[in-house]
Nanobody, 120 residues
Framework: QVQLMESGGGLVQTGGSLRLSCVAS????????VGWYRQAPGEQRVLVAE???????NYADSVKGRFTISRDNALTTVHLQLNSLEPEDTGVYYC??????????????WGQGTQVTVSS
């Protein structure tokens, strides 16, 4: 089994910054990619940023230039730096990882989420 633990959420004012962290633990053979999704009240979960094992990153257009995803070499710890926050960034941020627990067995895992609230 694999566990993802997020931390770093909170309440900030417009223009403020936060740093989210996601730590993976458990029966990890290798991690393919790790991403952050945001779910605002009454809306679907949407991709914010992701990074793969090779270091390639992908960002939602709305956060480009403001958010930065970074990781350790094993992809067991991933950070999301949130700068110039806007009220539209408010939501629960979930960490997700595609993990191989065996050379031929993989699954997508999700953390419990961390709340980010940006006040205007």
């Amino acid at each position: 089994q694999v566990q993802l633990m997020e931390s770093g959420g909170g309440l900030v004012q417009t223009g403020g910054s936060l740093r989210l962290s996601c730590v993976a633990s458990g029966s990890i053979f290798s991690t393919v990619r790790v991403g952050w999704y945001r779910q605002a009240p009454g809306e679907q979960r949407v991709l914010v940023a992701e990074v793969n094992r090779g270091g390639a990153t992908n960002y939602a257009d709305s956060v480009k230039g403001r958010f930065t995803i970074s990781r350790d070499n094993a992809l067991t710890t991933v950070h999301l730096q949130l700068n110039s926050l806007e009220p539209e960034d408010t939501g629960v941020y979930y960490c997700t990882a595609r993990v191989y627990t065996h050379p031929s067995v993989w699954d997508d895992y999700w953390g419990q989420g961390t709340q980010v609230t940006v006040s205007s």
